[in-house]
């Protein structure tokens, strides 16, 4: 049904900035409650949610550790999902997955996501 595929992943050094895109397909909000969100996970640890957006409303949410640095934001028009990524640190380097949901978003947790991405790598070198 809902099809997702995110872009932009690379390698940068520490203090640099990367951008990633999501293009979303076969997905239509049908209530405030419908979100996407970006995970990452990197070699050895589980999945971490970094932020969230809820479709309709615009509203935003994020992890205490990407607080600041990254922003999350969404071009429905284009059916387009993003991650601003800034300050840079090696301890972001993951894989970056987007991902969406009807249910609660803002809690990051990936049991509340349905569909997924293949994922994008990020790699911050110091």
């Known amino acids: 049904q809902v099809q997702l595929v995110e872009s932009g992943g690379g390698s940068v050094q520490a203090g640099g900035s990367l951008k990633l895109s999501c293009v979303v397909s076969?997905?239509?909000?049908?209530?405030?409650?419908?979100?996407k969100g970006w995970f990452r996970q990197a070699p050895g640890k589980e999945r971490e949610g970094v932020a969230a957006?809820?479709?309709?409303?615009?509203?935003?949410y994020y992890s205490d550790s990407v607080k600041g640095r990254f922003t999350i934001s969404q071009d429905n028009a284009k059916n387009t999902l993003y991650l601003q990524m800034n300050s840079l640190k090696p301890e972001d380097t993951a894989m970056y997955y987007c991902?969406?949901?009807?249910?609660?978003?803002?809690?990051?947790?990936?049991?509340?996501?349905?569909?997924w991405g293949q994922g994008t790598q990020v790699t911050v070198s110091s």
């Open positions: 957006i809820y479709t309709l409303s615009g509203n935003t």
């Open positions: 991902a969406a949901a009807r249910g609660m978003c803002y809690r990051l947790n990936r049991d509340d996501y349905d569909s």
């Open positions: 076969g997905y239509t909000a049908r209530s405030v409650n419908d979100c």
